[in-house]
Structures are given as structure tokens and as C-alpha cells.
């Protein structure tokens, strides 16, 4: 029975918890707005074989009676000059888009996290002067700059250019990683960890990253939507996904050459980049506010 308590407290202190965390986030009208424009396109990249009106337009499919069709009731988008639906490939590009994100910050931000922790609970040492000598390299050189040139070196496809992101992505985490973990080194329950003998990995893992969590979703918020925009640059110089695979940088590559008379073929993908990139940024807005205010 006191056990059954005590879950039942645990149970309620976390949704109590759960409930403060949105009271603040959902206080930002903007970042609600973004969190709801992630929703739907999420739901409708998901089932983009049944949401998108012409899901045969996503692949090796062409057209020509219905092509460079300016927009209408039929085609949202218009059609591009091989007839397909740019709505429908809009969507599998948002999915495409999403994957890039995801893979990036799943890959960059655990390695990024774990150079930084070690290097700021050693601080002082060689390891800790190699990891960061390597973080300033990698910091030194913009991320599209560096992802171009490794790009340029490997074949041109949507794995690659993940890679290409990733590695130019993870010294952030390690930079921001590192500041935290030297700021709180030599707090006095981090030297009682070690006086009672606790392990480096438990001390790293269980006392100080718990303490990295709110800046490191904070920033991963934020990132999402710039790590998108940066594949989309790959593939709009044409180091991303290849034709016929719909991607939205692609897509404005290949609809600027048909400025301005065929204006539809790369403002819709443009503005598609702006709304999933200007989401996440509302979101990143949002979980900053509500996590800054936790911490305060």
C-alpha cells in the first residue's frame, strides 16, 4: 500500500510538472502557432501517400499534357514542366526535410554533448586541450562552408550530405557543452560525488548532464529549422538529394530557371522552406522560455 503511494506522488508530481512546463510554453501565442504548423505538416508528411493529391508525382512520373499548369483548384501549386504536382511533391519534400533534421541532431548532438562533458570535467588536462583545440577547428569554419567542401568530395546524395552536416554540427554542442560543465566543475555536490568514490561516468552522466538538458533542447529547438536550411542549400547547388526525388531545395533550383513567367514552380517550394524553418523557429522560441524561466 505505501508503495502504491508512493507511485501514485511520483505520477502526480510529474504531471504537475508536465503542467508547468506547458503553462509557460503555451503563454507564447507565436510559439503555439509554430508548434501547430509542425503538427500538420508532420501528420501530412506521415501520410503523404494518402494526404498528397497526386502522390504518383513524387516519383520517376511525367506528364506533359497537364504540365506548367499555373495554380487552380485541381493543382494547389500548379504543375511543374514535366506535369507533376508540386503540392504533392511539397509534401514528400517536407518528409525528406524532417529526416534531415532528425538524423543531424540525433547523430551531431550526442557526440557534440559527450566531447564537451569530458573536456570541461577534465579541464586542465591534455584530453581536454585536444577535444577543444579540435571544437575550435571544426567552430572556425562555417557549417555551409564546411559542408560544401565535403559534399563536393563524396557523391552527390541525401546520405552524404547528412554526414556533411553532421560533421560540421556537433562542435556547437561540444563548445556549449564544455562552458556548462566548467561553470558547475567545482560545485560542492560534485566534489561529494567524488569524495564517496562515484564513478567518472556516473559523475558525468548522472550529476552533471542532467544539469546540460535544458540549453541542449533549447538549442536543438532551434537548430532543427537551420540544419533543414542548410541541407536545402546542398540541394539546391545539387549536393543533396537527385532528381526525381522531391526535395524542396532541389525544387527551387529547378523552378528558378523558369523565372518569372513560370514564378509557381520555386515560390512554393521557397515558401515551404520559410514556413518549416520559421515554425521551428517559434518552437525553439517557446521551449526557451519555458525552460530559461524553470531554471530561473
Same mark, same amino acid.
Given at each position: 500500500?505505501?508503495?502504491?503511494?508512493?507511485?501514485?506522488?511520483?505520477?502526480?508530481?510529474?504531471?504537475?510538472?508536465?503542467?508547468?512546463?506547458?503553462?509557460?510554453?503555451?503563454?507564447?501565442?507565436?510559439?503555439?502557432?509554430?508548434?501547430?504548423?509542425?503538427?500538420?505538416?508532420?501528420?501530412?508528411?506521415?501520410?503523404?501517400?494518402?494526404?498528397?493529391?497526386?502522390?504518383?508525382?513524387?516519383?520517376?512520373?511525367?506528364?506533359?499534357?497537364?504540365?506548367?499548369?499555373?495554380?487552380?483548384?485541381?493543382?494547389?501549386?500548379?504543375?511543374?514542366?514535366?506535369?507533376?504536382?508540386?503540392?504533392?511533391?511539397?509534401?514528400?519534400?517536407?518528409?525528406?526535410?524532417?529526416?534531415?533534421?532528425?538524423?543531424?541532431?540525433?547523430?551531431?548532438?550526442?557526440?557534440?554533448?559527450?566531447?564537451?562533458?569530458?573536456?570541461?570535467?577534465?579541464?586542465?588536462?591534455?584530453?581536454?586541450?585536444?577535444?577543444?583545440?579540435?571544437?575550435?577547428?571544426?567552430?572556425?569554419?562555417?557549417?555551409?562552408? #564546411?559542408?560544401?567542401?565535403?559534399?563536393?568530395?563524396?557523391?552527390?546524395?541525401?546520405?552524404?550530405?547528412? #554526414?556533411?552536416?553532421?560533421?560540421?554540427?556537433?562542435?556547437?554542442?561540444?563548445?556549449?557543452?564544455?562552458?556548462?560543465?566548467?561553470?558547475?566543475?567545482?560545485?560542492?555536490?560534485?566534489?561529494?560525488?567524488?569524495?564517496?568514490?562515484?564513478?567518472?561516468?556516473?559523475?558525468?552522466?548522472?550529476?552533471?548532464?542532467?544539469?546540460?538538458?535544458?540549453?541542449?533542447?533549447?538549442? #536543438?529547438?532551434?537548430?532543427?529549422?537551420?540544419?533543414?536550411?542548410?541541407?536545402?542549400?546542398?540541394?539546391?547547388?545539387?549536393?543533396?538529394?537527385?532528381?526525381?526525388?522531391?526535395?524542396?531545395?532541389?525544387?527551387?533550383?529547378?523552378?528558378?530557371?523558369?523565372?518569372?513567367?513560370?514564378?509557381?514552380?520555386?515560390?512554393?517550394?521557397?515558401?515551404?522552406?520559410?514556413?518549416?524553418?520559421?515554425?521551428?523557429?517559434?518552437?525553439?522560441?517557446?521551449?526557451?522560455?519555458?525552460?530559461?524561466?524553470?531554471?530561473?
Amino acid at each position: 500500500m505505501k508503495n502504491n503511494n508512493i507511485n501514485f506522488e511520483k505520477i502526480s508530481s510529474r504531471r504537475s510538472r508536465l503542467g508547468k512546463y506547458w503553462y509557460k510554453y503555451s503563454r507564447n501565442f507565436l510559439s503555439i502557432l509554430g508548434l501547430i504548423i509542425i503538427i500538420i505538416i508532420v501528420f501530412m508528411t506521415v501520410l503523404a501517400q494518402y494526404s498528397s493529391p497526386f502522390p504518383a508525382s513524387a516519383g520517376n512520373y511525367i506528364n506533359f499534357t497537364e504540365a506548367s499548369q499555373p495554380p487552380s483548384f485541381v493543382h494547389f501549386c500548379g504543375t511543374d514542366v514535366f506535369g507533376r504536382d508540386i503540392f504533392s511533391r511539397i509534401l514528400f519534400g517536407f518528409r525528406l526535410s524532417l529526416l534531415m533534421g532528425i538524423t543531424v541532431l540525433s547523430i551531431s548532438v550526442p557526440a557534440g554533448v559527450f566531447a564537451g562533458l569530458v573536456a570541461g570535467y577534465f579541464r586542465g588536462r591534455w584530453i581536454s586541450f585536444l577535444i577543444m583545440r579540435i571544437v575550435d577547428i571544426f567552430v572556425a569554419v562555417p557549417s555551409l562552408l #564546411m559542408a560544401l567542401a565535403i559534399c563536393s568530395i563524396l557523391n552527390p546524395n541525401v546520405f552524404n550530405a547528412m #554526414m556533411a552536416i553532421c560533421i560540421s554540427w556537433w562542435a556547437w554542442y561540444a563548445r556549449m557543452a564544455y562552458g556548462i560543465v566548467s561553470s558547475i566543475r567545482g560545485e560542492f555536490y560534485i566534489q561529494a560525488t567524488e569524495v564517496i568514490g562515484a564513478s567518472t561516468w556516473h559523475i558525468l552522466f548522472k550529476e552533471i548532464l542532467p544539469n546540460c538538458l535544458s540549453p541542449i533542447f533549447t538549442k #536543438m529547438s532551434l537548430d532543427m529549422g537551420f540544419v533543414i536550411l542548410l541541407g536545402s542549400c546542398l540541394s539546391f547547388v545539387g549536393l543533396g538529394a537527385q532528381p526525381p526525388t522531391p526535395d524542396l531545395g532541389t525544387m527551387v533550383a529547378d523552378g528558378a530557371k523558369f523565372l518569372p513567367d513560370l514564378w509557381w514552380i520555386a515560390i512554393f517550394p521557397a515558401c515551404a522552406i520559410v514556413l518549416i524553418v520559421l515554425a521551428f523557429n517559434l518552437i525553439g522560441d517557446g521551449v526557451r522560455d519555458m525552460l530559461g524561466s524553470e531554471e530561473a
